[in-house]
């Protein structure tokens, strides 16, 4: 659909890449991969026809139509918010005013006429094209894409400049989703998304019928839906025919096997080198001297592995000694003129607890932060700190209240503490600020950038109970690595809002969910439990909503005591059919699927281990061989383990349906 041939960027003396090659097929689904600023927008712009490459041609089939959403900067106003995504089906339109037009047309011209059986056949080639857009499903269609966005139905005659920055880019998603084009290239599509819309964005694109191209930091998205990544590093561009994941692990082996290789060859260079030195001047050998040369003069030289930029452990000061205790909310209850968010609520969160916070915009998440760290109090209810507790709160507002005329460096030395001084700088780098950037005035940042140096300012002060808001929006993979690290660590209390979940699944422990109407909840496990755990919990309640049969001879006779004998031996075999058909069959697939798990779990050490043994390690064919098994193996275990718990919940939901849960 797409090819990219010889492509070259480059801005000055800096080449973002040089001699791109590579394309796009129908209904592929590539990620692009590196540090932020090595490239990966500027291709999507390029892409997309909105930067004109330095050198190259990118070409597509006439008509392919190329969508593009952008990371920031849309913002549309004038138009109600079902007036403005109805224009993504502008192309259907314009395809009823062609028909209508020439039919006036056609009604002029002579039935019997060459003319007149063109124009009839065009009109009828329009006419099928309309069809195809289907126009009459544009209402349905919009309806369910915007809801899916978190869109309520009372926004969709709201005025689009009523929405903030991250609704403005739901707007524009929206649209791009209801276009449908061939190709459609998505620069960070997840920011500033609740969990609820990542995970229905997630599916839409698993199940989009053209071709996707995806920059983003959210690596459980790379992981499940792309299956090809493009990494840009120090100026080159390398493929690689996995998922994020996988593209992380064959680059490691990619750079041992050049290493080997390289350090093979430069002890052969020095060999013959030493030869040549030793009998250069010697007569017997000058016909062998003169063929090492030429020998030495014929080799390919293997480039240098270039070296990984560095990546800087960063640990929190260490915090003050505080009381088990931390913070704790007793019926608390809070509202905003007749808006209700809690009422009753009680919290509670002890020494080194870490918690997520999640759940849709405008659940109560940022109110529940402003009221435990005591900057909001409640309207009922009381609020206490524990003995000696020293909170920390970073909020996505928190980089409006730094001084434009600072530096970064100067605003984050503000901050910093005795201890923590030394590491300001080196942890301004693992935020992206290196170099020069440092010297920035604050007042010229961008607002993710502002974000980045808000929360460095936070993270070098000393505390022991931080409340973290967002912390990753602006962060690529290797910042929200190092704040991952340190956080786990950390040994004081924290309560983070994020829908991260290869952030957060490793390192909290507990998931508060935040639902408007109702009292938030609190489930005992990480961000992936809590999914699961939501998931069956609606599935179970769907389940009691349909009036279920009497399925156990105990409940029949209950139910159906003034039943005759005859009508309660029909249930009652109608009940051992609906078990035998439905509930044993998943039992048998259960239990077989838990012996080849059983059998893969094996597998996957036996090749684990063999990938570390020196003959593997010394024969890079076999290295390789023996990567991409354990790759095979690890991919049958993921769908093993998704299918394992698919299973589970069916047959928890069945055996409470027939009677037979424990």
Not at 339 to 344: A, C, E
Not at 531 to 557: F, N, W
């Amino acid at each position: 659909m797409i090819s990219v041939q010889s492509l070259r960027v480059e801005f000055g003396a800096r080449v973002l890449f040089s001699d791109l090659a590579f394309s796009v097929q129908a209904r592929e689904r590539i990620a692009f991969a590196g540090h932020n600023g090595a490239g990966k927008t500027t291709l999507m712009k390029c892409l997309a026809g909105i930067l004109p490459p330095s050198a190259g041609a990118i070409h597509a089939p006439k008509g392919t139509r190329i969508g593009y959403l952008p990371q920031e900067g849309i913002h549309v106003s004038g138009r109600s918010l079902w007036m403005e995504t109805e224009l993504a089906f502008g192309e259907a339109v314009a395809l009823r005013e062609k028909v209508e037009r020439l039919s006036r047309e056609l009604t002029k011209l002579d039935p019997r006429s060459s003319p007149y059986a063109e124009m009839l056949d065009e009109i009828g080639g329009l006419e099928l094209q309309l069809d195809a857009t289907n126009p009459e499903r544009m209402k349905p269609r919009i309806e369910s894409v915007l809801q899916g966005l978190g869109f309520q139905k009372s926004d969709f005659t709201r005025d689009c400049a009523e929405f903030s920055g991250g609704w403005q880019m739901r707007i524009a998603m929206a649209k791009l989703f209801l276009q449908e084009p061939e190709v459609m290239l998505l620069d960070e599509p997840t920011n500033h998304l609740d969990l609820d819309t990542q995970l229905w964005v997630e599916q839409y694109l698993i199940n989009y019928p053209g071709a996707i191209l995806l920059i983003s930091h959210d690596r459980c998205l790379l992981d499940t839906l792309c299956t090809r990544t493009i990494a840009f590093h120090h100026g080159r561009a390398e493929e690689y025919a996995g998922n994020f994941s996988y593209y992380e692990r064959e680059s490691v082996l990619r750079r041992d096997i050049l290493l080997k290789q390289y350090t093979s060859q430069q002890r052969e260079i020095a060999e013959s080198q030493r030869f040549i030195d030793r009998f250069r001047a010697s007569a017997n050998k000058a016909t062998l001297v003169q063929s090492r040369i030429k020998l030495l003069a014929k080799i390919e030289r293997i480039p240098a592995p270039e070296q990984d930029d560095a990546v800087v452990e960063f640990k929190f000061p260490p915090p003050p000694a505080s009381g088990h205790l931390v913070a704790k909310l007793a019926g608390v209850a809070k509202h905003y003129g007749t808006l209700q968010v809690f009422s009753g609520f009680d919290f509670e969160i002890n020494k080194g607890e870490k918690i997520a916070i999640v759940g849709p915009n405008g659940a109560g998440k940022s109110t529940f932060c402003r009221l435990i760290t005591a900057r909001e109090a409640p309207d009922a209810g009381t609020h206490s700190f524990g003995h000696k507790v020293a909170p920390a709160f970073f909020s996505q507002n928190h980089s409006d209240e730094l001084d434009p005329d600072l530096t970064v460096l100067e605003t984050v030395e503000q901050s910093a503490s005795r201890e923590s001084m030394p590491h300001a700088r080196s942890l301004l780098g693992c935020f992206l600020f290196r170099g020069d950037d440092v010297f920035k005035r604050v007042g010229v940042l961008s607002g993710g950038e502002r974000s980045r140096v808000a929360l460095v300012c936070m993270l070098l002060t000393p505390a022991n109970f931080l409340i973290l808001d967002e912390p990753t929006n602006h962060l690529d993979m290797q910042s929200q690595e190092v704040l991952q690290r340190a956080l786990i660590d950390y040994p004081g209390s924290v309560l983070i809002v994020s829908h991260n979940r290869a952030f957060l699944d490793p390192l909290v422990t507990r998931t508060l969910e935040f639902r408007a109407g109702r009292q938030p909840s609190l489930y005992h496990g990480n961000l992936s439990y809590y999914i699961e755990k939501s998931a069956a919990d609606q599935a179970l309640a769907a389940a009691r909503r349909v009036p279920a049969r009497p399925t156990t001879t105990g409940a029949a006779t209950a139910t159906h005591s003034g039943l005759s004998r005859k009508d309660q031996r029909r249930i009652e075999a109608e009940a051992r059919e609906l078990r035998s058909k439905t509930l044993k069959p998943r039992e048998s697939e259960l239990a077989a699927l838990e012996a080849k798990v059983a059998e893969l779990e094996a597998a996957q050490v036996t090749l684990t281990q063999h990938l570390s043994s020196d003959a593997c390690i010394a024969d890079p064919n076999l290295l390789r061989e023996t990567s991409n098994a354990v790759e095979t193996v690890t991919q049958a275990l993921e769908t093993s383990y998704s299918r394992w718990g698919e299973l589970s919940a069916e047959i928890d939901t069945l055996r409470t349906k027939l009677g037979l849960a424990e």
